[in-house]
C-alpha cells in the first residue's frame, strides 16, 4: 500500500499574531511519530502564512487555504497559487465546503483551481463532501463522484493530489460519521478512482477524512483500511491536535 498517513490542520478565519505562536510554540514542542509515519500540514490564515512558515518546526509543512483559479493580475482580493510558491507554502486546500456553499464554487471552478495550483508545483488538499440532504436523499456517492469527476477531467497527475472526503453535516457540528460511514464512503470514492482514473491513482492517493475530528474519536477513525488520515478543523488550534498526529500509529501497527 505505501500510502503515508496524512494530518492536516485547517485553522479556517481564527486567530490573532500572539494566539497563533501559541499554537505553533504548542506543536513545536509535541512529541509526534516520525515524518514516514505521519505527514503533518496546517493551514493558517494567508495574513499568518510567513510567521507560521518561518516559526514552525521543520518536520511539519505549511498550507494556505485557498487561491485563486489562474495567474495573477486584476483579481482583487485573491491570492495566486505563483504568490504561494514564491513564499515557499508548498500546499494549499482547495473546494472547501465552507467555499463552496458560501462563496459558491463550483465543481468546474474548483477542478480548473486544483489543475492551475498543481501546474504552478503546488500540493493540493482537495475537498469533497454531500450536504445532509443529499446524505438523506441517498446520493451520496452521486455528489462526491460528481466534485472527484470535476478534478479527474484536469488532472493528470495525482501524486501531490490528496483528497479529504468532509460531509458537511459533520464539520463543526459535533456530528462524525461513524467510522463504518466514512469507510463506506472512502472505499467508494477509491472504487471511482479505479474505474474512472487508473488502479494506481486508486491504491496511492490519499483520502482524509474531515469533519469534527477529535483525540476522542482519531483512533477509531484511523483504524479503517480506506481512512488514510484527517483534515481536522476546531481541534487544529487545541492541544489535542498532537493526539490526533498520533493516531497515525494506528496505521503503523495495523
Not at 440532504?133 to 463522484?145: H, I, L, N
Amino acid at each position: 500500500m505505501g500510502r503515508t498517513f496524512f494530518v492536516g490542520g485547517n485553522w479556517k478565519c481564527n486567530g490573532t499574531s500572539e494566539e497563533i505562536k501559541k499554537i505553533v510554540a504548542t506543536l513545536n514542542a509535541g512529541q509526534v511519530p516520525s515524518q514516514d509515519v505521519v505527514e503533518v500540514v496546517v493551514s493558517p490564515p494567508y495574513v499568518f502564512l510567513p510567521l507560521v512558515k518561518n516559526e514552525l518546526r521543520s518536520d511539519f509543512h505549511v498550507a494556505a487555504q485557498n487561491c485563486w483559479v489562474k495567474k495573477g493580475g486584476a483579481f482583487t482580493g485573491e491570492v495566486s497559487a505563483d504568490m504561494l510558491v514564491n513564499l515557499g507554502i508548498p500546499w494549499v486546500i482547495l473546494g472547501h465546503s465552507e467555499r463552496r456553499a458560501i462563496l459558491g464554487e463550483s465543481n468546474e471552478f474548483v477542478g480548473d483551481k486544483v489543475a492551475y495550483a498543481l501546474s504552478q508545483g503546488l500540493k493540493v488538499i482537495a475537498c469533497v463532501g454531500e450536504t445532509l440532504e443529499q446524505r438523506e436523499s441517498g446520493s451520496t456517492m452521486d455528489v462526491v463522484a460528481a466534485q472527484t469527476k470535476a478534478i479527474a477531467e484536469r488532472v493528470k497527475d495525482w501524486s501531490n493530489v490528496v483528497v479529504a472526503y468532509e460531509p458537511v453535516w459533520a464539520i463543526g457540528t459535533g456530528k462524525v460519521a461513524t467510522p463504518a460511514q466514512a469507510q463506506e464512503v472512502h472505499a467508494e470514492l477509491r472504487k471511482w478512482l479505479q474505474a474512472n482514473v487508473s488502479a494506481e491513482v486508486a491504491a496511492s492517493t490519499r483520502i482524509i477524512y474531515g469533519g469534527s475530528v477529535s483525540g476522542g474519536n482519531c483512533k477509531e477513525l484511523a483504524g479503517q483500511p480506506d481512512v488514510d488520515g484527517f483534515l481536522v478543523g476546531g481541534a487544529s488550534l487545541k492541544p489535542e491536535f498532537i493526539d490526533i498526529i498520533k493516531a497515525a500509529e494506528v496505521k503503523k501497527s495495523a
